[in-house]
């Protein structure tokens, strides 16, 4: 090898980082979890569920939903009105502080995101409710994400953060106090069609981390933890993309008290019943350490809404893990 070969040769690898580097997309950081909205059959009877199980307040009102309040801060349900689609939750959204729709959309570009009028995979549409931009795109899948500023709450003003604006007279309380006080959102489970597909996608787009695995899967945590999204692929019943599951925390969870206090309101153990549940209906699975669980397994708990929407409720320490309460996370 001559001289000018070995020079050439070492300016090539040390450039292979920088290439490297210069190759990476920019991302939209995504620092936590802050709603999903649920496509309901009757709107009243699904609030005055969730209120009545949980005693939510509505946190804010917009025209076709209403915004119910998970512990104290702006994490929240929204319940709307399905019309004539098929009762599930439509979407779900994270926060980031770098909120800026133009910015964002140039960003989705680098993905092959394009703008559009209406929702569907690998499409970016912005909602205008009065003046508060409402940022939303779909995944590989279609599946519907929004993404808004880390102080949103659903209420007026640009950033969506002006929710006591929205009430004639404060924050509105449930009439009735609950029976399980929930502390925060989860995680979400996403059925999807190519999980490594997905996986990479949220990774790279919202600089997720891996927060632990199950099994063979990565869990994608969100800022600090524990929030995470979990990537299933296989898609739903049928095959079909769609938002599997929310899960919701609580102080102190105890699975066999709260099956009892589940079925008090009317949500009935569904026993060995395997597959899809039907409405009103709890259970536990224990999962094993094959999936990351505790060795005993780490139980996780189940309940189904009046449209038989799928719901979990962990310990607030849940971060997909190991452990009994499946806190432990490397």
């Known amino acids: 090898m001559t001289r000018r070969d070995l020079l050439l040769s070492v300016s090539a690898l040390a450039a292979t980082p920088m290439s490297k580097a210069q190759a990476a997309k920019p991302a939209i950081p995504a620092q936590a979890l802050n ?10 009877r699904s609030i005055e569920f969730y209120q009545g199980l949980f005693g939510m307040p509505i946190q804010s009102r917009q025209s076709n939903s209403v915004q119910l309040r998970i512990g104290a801060g702006s994490q929240h349900v929204g319940v709307s009105a399905a019309s004539n689609e098929k009762p599930g939750i439509d979407h779900f959204c994270m926060t980031t502080g770098a909120f800026n729709v133009d910015s964002m959309r140039k960003i989705l570009a680098t993905y092959g995101v394009t703008q559009s009028e209406t929702r569907g995979a690998m499409k970016t549409w912005v909602r205008m409710r009065d003046e508060t931009p409402e940022f939303y795109l779909g995944d590989p899948d279609g599946i519907a994400v929004q993404v808004q500023d ?17 009430l004639e007279s404060g924050p509105d309380p449930s009439p009735k106090k609950g029976l399980i006080a929930l502390r ?10 190519n999980a490594q597909r997905s996986q990479e996608f949220y990774q790279d787009l919202f600089g997720l981390r891996i927060q632990t695995h199950q099994g063979a899967s990565p869990v994608l945590g969100l800022g600090s933890g524990p929030q995470f999204l979990a990537i299933a692929g296989g898609g739903a019943g049928g095959g079909v993309p769609a938002i599997g599951h929310a ?14 206090t589940l079925a008090s309101f009317g949500i009935k153990p569904r026993g060995e019943a395997r597959g899809p549940a039907g409405p009103l209906l709890s259970y536990v699975t224990l999962r094993m350490p094959d999936r990351g669980g505790a060795p005993g397994g780490t139980p ?31």
Not at 35 to 44: E, F, G, P, Q
Not at 305 to 330: F, N, T
Request: net charge negative.
């Open 35 to 44: 709603h999903l909205t649920l496509r309901v059959s009757d709107a009243k």
């Open 150 to 166: 880390t102080s949103y709450c659903g209420g007026k003003g640009v950033l969506g953060n002006g929710c006591l604006a929205l």
């Open 184 to 193: 925060g959102l989860s995680h979400f489970t996403l059925s999807v069609s």
């Open 247 to 260: 899960c919701f925390t609580m102080e102190n969870f105890n699975p066999d008290r709260v099956l009892k």
């Open 300 to 330: 996780e708990l189940y309940f189904t809404d009046p449209d038989g929407i799928l719901m979990q409720i962990q310990d607030v320490r849940y971060c997909g893990g190991a452990g009994y309460l499946g806190e432990v996370c490397s």
